[in-house]
């Protein structure tokens, strides 16, 4: 079965960049499209964007000047990079293999 | 970007009772939308993909259909199993956008 499990810092300072890790189990991130999604407090949802089996990404463009999104095939994680955040980002992080199994999330806070 | 409107934001039922929650599309997207159902400070689980097939495992209470830019899902006897948050996921172009998502509750 096919497991994801996100992990990082729950509290980012403004200014900074946000690092999620997403670990993949039951399953090689070497087929299929992997994603993050994050959705807000108030429950609006974002499609944040994938990276590919070969390697390739899709941004949102609403988000391309600051994400990027990479992987480590050798430990079966990718991960998420989002530069200058600011509170607005604040939002509950989830990745997810293309649109059928997530993870739980994880909350993260943008504060000083 | 493609929209997505879903209604309503929350709903109140009894159990037993026949549920039916809404989401329409800005512009035509086929059948590319999923329904998910979300419990508190669980991953959200896949109900239905493009529009109407039952994702494995899951119960036969619920079900999709869709009319042009219109996507249903109905769970048919309501359950206590079944309070959760539900949204929906068109997948037809990117950026791939949410509905706002509908809080059910029991009356």
């Known amino acids: 079965e096919v497991q994801l499990q996100e992990s990082g810092p729950g509290l980012v300072k403004p200014s900074q960049s946000l690092s999620l890790t997403c670990s993949v189990t039951?399953?090689?991130?070497?087929?299929?499209?992997w994603g993050w999604i994050r959705k807000f407090p108030g429950n609006k949802m974002e499609w944040m964007g994938y990276?590919?089996?070969?390697?390739?990404?899709s941004y949102n463009p609403s988000l391309k000047s600051r994400i990027s999104i990479t992987r480590d095939t050798s430990k079966n994680q990718f991960f998420l990079q989002l530069n200058s955040v600011t509170t607005e980002d604040t939002a509950t992080y989830y990745c997810?293999?293309?649109?059928?199994?997530w993870g739980q999330g994880v909350m993260v806070t943008v504060s000083s | 970007d493609i929209q997505v409107t879903q209604s309503p934001s929350s709903l109140l039922a009894s159990l037993g009772e026949r549920v039916t929650i809404t989401c329409q599309t800005s512009q035509s997207i086929s059948n590319n939308l999923n329904w998910y159902q979300q419990k508190p400070g669980q991953a959200p689980m896949l109900l239905i993909y493009?529009?109407?097939s039952l994702q494995t495992g899951m119960t036969s209470r619920f079900s999709g259909q869709y009319s042009g830019r219109s996507f249903t899902l109905t769970i048919t006897s309501l359950e206590p199993e079944d309070i959760a948050n539900y949204f929906c996921?068109?997948?037809?172009?990117?950026?791939?956008?949410f509905g706002s998502g509908t809080k059910l509750e029991i009356k």
């Open positions: 493009y529009a109407t």
């Open positions: 996921l068109q997948h037809y172009s990117a950026p791939l956008t």
């Open positions: 039951g399953y090689s991130i070497t087929s299929n499209y």
């Open positions: 997810a293999r293309e649109t059928d199994y």
């Open positions: 990276i590919s089996y070969s390697g390739s990404t």
